[in-house]
């Protein structure tokens, strides 16, 4: 499943920004994946002879996968970024059914951290961000487009119908957000049990949400009446995208809250932010900043400096510099696609020569024998030459 949305989410990224691949490129590489089914083996070829690769559940992301690389006997079990505790939306991981693999990698990334009890963090957020919106505060939660999100969904969706909270607009807020929503409504076999069994029972698919509001556009979220929001935002780096655009903007506010939901990766802006709040004086609990330590104290409160980019208008000497580099750039598409056409050209004229000396060289039975009867009407002789 993590195939279409993978594509989908490249093939809007080269829409958006300036890539050095094109929509053709990316057509092409996807082209070329096989893909497959949980337990489904696939027997390589070449190099990779008798070797025989096959995912299983990882329990984190939906089609994320645990591998099984098995060679002459031998397993290796390649076990990275998984979980083992049921989700609303996902199983857990089934790495606990290997028996004795020769060799397992994994990673440590959480092994130092104690887990709280999955309950306990669904009531902890789901109470900051009720504390936030009561008071007319906006929450901004940054996500990835299509992992972890699905199971925030399935939380704040619970959480609405039950606290009858259609006075506060949830929304997702991505470049593929109507995308993302139509894919997982048919990718329910992937999921947990509770999911596809309620869908098979009640005909009731869980993603088929009352109060989440989709935005693809900025102007789709402009047009959202006003309010609090709770807005699941992407990129969960808030490096790029909405989730940084509205960071700028809400962060100042001591009435919104930033939820951040998972860890950060190294040098992104979620990073800095959850380390300028580990750094910071904190309440008693650890998870919030401690607004009272700051107050009378000018200077002392934690700042982060996010650069902006805009696009502006070229003008001038920079105008007359672009525009030359263009003329330029077209110039030499147009030699090379020139070059090339003559390539082709001279290929195609070559081939003609080369086939009509074949047929003069090599005539066919028929004129053989059309000349021997000619022969034999001349002299009475059928001569054979």
Known sequence: PIWYPTKVYHSI?????????????????????????????????????????????????????????????????????????KDRHLNGTVV?????????????????????????????????????????????????????VLELILILEKCWNDNKLGNYQLVLYNHMAHNTMNWVKSHLEWMSDTVSNAFEATRQNSFDTRYLHHCQKKEDFERLKPGPKVVLASMGSMDTGPARELFIQWAESDRNLILITDHGQASTLAREVLQKVKDAPQHPNNKYLNAEAFRGQRGSCPEISVPVKVKVALRGAELAAHQKREAEAEEEAAEKRRVEDERKRKEKEEAKIAHAAASVSLPSSKGWVAAGKANMDGDGEGRGE
């Open 13 to 85: 990224a080269q829409e958006l920004e300036e890539t050095p691949f094109d929509l053709d490129d990316i057509d092409n590489v996807f082209g070329t994946f096989t893909k497959l089914k949980y337990s489904q083996p696939q027997h390589l070829d070449g190099k990779g002879r008798g070797i025989t690769i096959t995912p299983y559940c990882a329990g984190h992301l939906i089609g994320g996968s645990v591998w099984k690389i098995s060679k002459e006997g031998e397993d290796i079990i390649y076990a990275v970024d998984l979980n083992h505790k």
């Open 96 to 148: 606990d059914n290997f028996n004795k693999p020769a060799v397992c990698i994994t990673d440590a990334y959480n092994a130092l951290k104690l887990q709280p009890v999955k309950k306990n963090i669904d009531h902890e957020l789901t109470d900051a961000i009720l504390k936030a919106v009561r008071q007319d505060g906006n929450v901004l939660i940054p996500v990835d487009t299509a992992g972890r």
